[in-house]
């Protein structure tokens, strides 16, 4: 399989503290790669790394066989899709005009959204289902109408590679899985790469073809979700006694309820 | 993007036309509409018809002192609502104007200071202004800038700081000048447009339309800049380089209306969001060019008011600030300040 992105001995670094330790990951055409890890762990700074809105200190990041760094912003955003958490931003825009900004990176500097584009917004929030509210302020959504939403916006960049940083972050129950199912099914259908960030074990082993387990700003463990996540391994970078419930559908993790007796 | 507010964009698109030629017949010499649209179409085709005794009496008040006076005011409103928006964007807050980068403080001062010493030499005020609003932006860029970024809460103190430092400076100039100079300055600065001419207009309007049509083909970019710097890189968009573009051509745009008519204010904060409010959207693909025309039938109707009100002339600052101040208190209170918070 090619790999879409390849991520080699990434270290980035602020102040004394590293960030980020010799960092090295592949994700290939059509799977999902989950960074799982407590908070800091350096999730987020991996990610924006990845996106080069931040620039390590060593290490490169090779997309569709380019170097990141070396590459105009419009350049990048074809070939990288990124899905910040949702958010209200200061302007009121409608939700397909938010999608539409999507397609800004094919644009010429002085040029404005063509027919075309807006076609191309159309489809992309008819895949994540929300065409329904195309012409609703993206204010008034609700957190998992926002998270879609911003997902069809990074669809409309027809990026090769898709990164979302904790998709399931403010989301109810029913919401995270309607997300993270999406996102699967993009990856599959479209042959996009996807590595995203979470923060529960059992959505990584659901949703994932590899998993990256990180600590203080290592990598811990890679690899396929069932080999990475295990008993020992979660205890070690959580820092919490857990107990593997084995059910039909696969093993899950659970808190052993002594940890809080 | 338009669907059904299609006809309301053609509309308030095209109002100036109907309140510029309503601005002609306005004046201390009342000239009727008929006379007005006669003038004027006897100055484009000679042999239009025979016209009134009165015909060249007209012609001489409607093109040497009304017309320069009504294109200055239009332009003047484009330049001013237009570079408000476009820096609301840039800014990511919908209450801020070009006043925030200090730019007015800084032409307040090149112009009083030209006034107060070098009166005598033609075109010196203009260009002080011009140059030193230029540098109060300048400076208000280069200390919010860090490590290559400008955040917004940097600049927008930066601005402030700035503001201080060159309304103090003008405060020397006011203390040092002589009574009749200071009056004249005070003059200036309370914005008006009362001694314009095709001199004023030829130093400003041909720079306003250069910058508008920039700024109006960089509309669809604002959107995408008014999402925040990371998103907006996301998104393909070198957000240090078009920033920079955008406030250098906001500046330069209200720079050359502010050289010539002076301090002229709130125009930029109430129009934008006026705007936004009857076109439902803050999508500057209609913001930008309804802001223009309606920034321009606003300062037009208020200079108007200005040299017809009374007997002598209001400074149209005067009138801009007593409309725009109260509107900004409504919005803020509206919003419960929130938008500062940002």
């Known amino acids: ?261 | 993007m338009l669907g059904s507010k299609k006809g309301i964009f053609f509309l308030l698109l095209f109002l100036p036309l109907p309140v510029f030629l309503l601005s002609l017949t306005i004046g201390s010499y009342q000239i009727p509409f008929n006379e007005v649209l006669v003038t004027l179409f006897l100055s484009i085709d000679p042999n239009f018809g025979s016209g009134s005794p009165q015909t060249q009496i007209y012609k001489e008040v409607i093109f040497m002192i009304r017309l320069p006076r009504i294109i200055l005011a239009l332009f003047g409103g484009i330049a001013l609502s237009v570079s408000g928006a476009s820096l609301q964007s840039v800014f990511k807050n919908p209450l801020v104007d070009s006043y925030i980068l200090g730019l007015s403080a800084g032409a307040g001062l090149g112009a009083a200071i030209s006034i107060a010493f070098f009166p005598a030499i033609i075109g010196l005020t203009q260009l002080f202004a011009f140059s030193f609003s230029f540098m109060a932006f300048m400076l208000t860029y280069f200390v919010a800038r860090d490590r290559g970024q400008a955040s917004t809460v940097s600049l927008v103190l930066a601005g402030v700081i700035v503001t201080a430092l060159f309304s103090a400076a003008l405060s020397i100039i006011k203390f040092f000048t002589t009574p009749e100079k200071l009056s004249s300055v005070v003059y200036w600065l309370m914005g008006s447009m009362a001694v314009s001419g095709w001199t004023e207009v030829l130093q400003s309007v041909p720079l306003i339309l250069v910058t508008f049509l920039i700024i109006t083909l960089m509309r669809w970019r604002l959107n995408v800049l008014s999402m925040g710097d990371e998103e907006a890189k996301s998104l393909g968009i070198n957000v240090e380089r078009d920033r920079l573009i955008i406030l250098l051509t906001t500046t330069l745009m209200v720079s050359s209306f502010v050289s010539v008519a002076g301090i002229i204010g709130w125009v930029g904060l109430v129009i934008p969001h006026l705007v936004r409010m009857l076109m439902r959207t803050p999508d500057n693909r209609i913001v930008i060019p309804i802001s223009a025309s309606l920034g321009g039938v606003f300062l037009l109707l208020a200079d108007d008011v200005a040299r017809s009100l009374t007997s002598y002339e209001l400074p149209v600052g005067v009138i801009t600030t007593m409309i725009g101040a109260p509107f900004f208190l409504y919005l803020l209170k509206k919003r419960g300040g929130g938008s500062w918070r940002q």
């Open chain 1, 1 to 261: 399989m090619e790999a879409i992105v390849s991520v080699e001995d990434l270290s980035f670094s602020y102040g004394n503290t590293f960030k980020l330790n010799s960092i090295s990951l592949n994700v290939e055409a059509g799977t999902v790669l989950t960074l799982l890890g407590p908070n800091g762990c350096g999730k987020t700074t991996l990610l924006k790394c990845i996106n080069a809105l931040l620039k390590p200190e060593r290490g490169k990041v090779i997309i569709n066989g380019k170097n990141a760094y070396e590459l105009k912003r419009w350049e990048l955003a074809r070939l990288v899709g990124y899905v910040p958490q949702a958010h209200v931003p200061p302007f009121p825009f409608s939700t397909l005009d938010l999608v539409l900004m999507g397609r800004t990176a094919h644009l010429d500097f002085f040029q404005q959204p063509s027919k075309l584009d807006r076609q191309i917004a159309e489809r992309a929030l008819s895949m994540v289902g929300l065409s329904h509210l195309s012409h609703r302020p993206y204010d008034q959504l609700s957190g998992g109408e926002r998270q879609l939403a911003l997902i069809a916006r990074a669809i409309a960049q027809e990026p090769r590679l898709l990164l979302l940083d904790e998709p399931t972050a403010h989301l109810d129950f029913k919401n995270q899985f309607l997300v993270l199912g999406m996102v699967r099914r993009i990856a599959r259908e479209n042959g996009i790469g996807v590595v995203m960030s979470l923060h529960d074990p059992n959505q990584a082993i659901m949703f994932s073809d590899s998993v990256a387990l990180m600590k203080n700003g290592s990598l811990f463990a890679v690899g396929p979700p069932h080999s990475v996540i295990t008993r020992e391994r979660i205890e070690a970078v959580y820092e919490i006694g857990v107990r593997v419930v084995n059910h039909t559908d696969g093993s899950f993790i659970m808190p052993s309820m002594e940890n809080f007796s």
